[in-house]
């Protein structure tokens, strides 16, 4: 069972293979959402200073019923914070709102504020000095492990010529569609494990035909098909749901993909549209 089965970060800490995204779910309603994973068998929980449900989250993991050990919780450095004293205060108010005594990884959210998102500028040395207070904050034991997020191998690169501790995750865009090839394999070259975000395309997946046949020639969802194409990729996939029955359905994917399919989903044309959510910089719009 996918639940039950974890990938060995490059730290040796060791993380679940299947994670529940929290983006877009309330803060008064992520308590019970972590709790309804929990009890499905959940013990990976992805949150972000930026959604602003850290609160409940923490919530939630301490009220689940799980021993915290059991549980792995993931909350982001939000993407503006490009100094070493604000990200030290910023690491701190996260444990302090989550009410845990260690965050299991925090990661940098974006190499760029979210309003410069895409632009020239790639805040090398912010970013220096907002890894400089995770490092920090990982020897004093309040971050398990520390990573990367939507960051391309120049701010990787940025990132690795100045460390003492290198970071274990890259957490991406990447879905059927939309699966970018070589920023995984140059992440995996890295030992840098590759987390994948959206991994049904925030939603956009379900209204493509050839994916829902495929799916319905395997006898299961398309969120299924889409959840186990990332885990052979060997990504670990972060759908994002408050919905119980959901998080059960992307947690049955017990099925293998051929080789012939696994190409044909790997070759398919690119979304071009995200719907509402093409706002947002990473799905190709721009936040003013």
């Known amino acids: 069972m996918i639940l039950e089965e974890t990938y060995t970060l490059s730290n040796g800490v060791t993380i679940p293979k299947l994670g529940l995204g929290t983006w877009f779910i309330d803060n008064d309603k992520a308590a019970q959402a972590v709790k309804e994973s929990a009890a499905l068998g959940y013990r990976h929980i992805d949150t972000a200073q930026a959604y602003g449900n850290e609160a ?10 799980v021993a915290r050990g059991e549980m792995f919780v993931t909350t982001k450095l ?20 989550m009410g845990l005594d260690y965050i299991d990884m925090m990661i940098i959210h974006s190499p760029q504020p979210w309003n410069a998102f895409g632009d020239e500028n790639r805040y090398f040395e912010g970013n220096r000095e907002a890894w400089r207070a995770l490092e920090e ?11 990367l ?26 879905h059927i569609s939309n699966t970018p090839f070589e ?33 319905e020639s395997y006898g299961v969802s398309v969120p299924q098909l889409c959840i186990r194409y990332v885990l052979q990729l060997g990504l670990l996939p972060l759908p994002k749901t ?46 003013s």
């Open 137 to 147: 904050a990982s020897r004093a034991g309040k971050l398990r492990a520390i990573g």
């Open 78 to 97: 939000d993407a503006g914070i490009k100094s070493y004293q604000e990200a030290v205060t910023a690491i701190d108010a996260s444990l302090q709102r």
């Open 56 to 65: 409940g989250v923490g919530e939630g993991v301490r009220d689940c019923g």
């Open 183 to 215: 920023l995984i394999q140059y992440s995996e070259q890295q030992k840098i494990l590759v987390e994948a975000y959206s991994p049904v395309g925030h939603g956009e997946l379900l209204k493509n035909d050839d994916i829902i046949g495929m799916a």
């Open 149 to 174: 997020s939507n960051f391309q191998q120049q701010d990787i690169d940025n990132i690795l010529a100045a460390c003492s501790v290198r970071p274990v995750v890259n957490q991406i865009l990447a």
């Open 242 to 287: 408050a919905n119980p029955a959901h998080m059960k359905n992307n947690a049955d994917v017990d099925f293998e993909i051929s080789a012939a399919d696994m190409e044909q989903l790997k070759h398919m044309e690119k979304i071009q549209d995200y719907g509402e959510a093409s706002v947002f910089p990473v799905y190709g719009g721009k936040m």
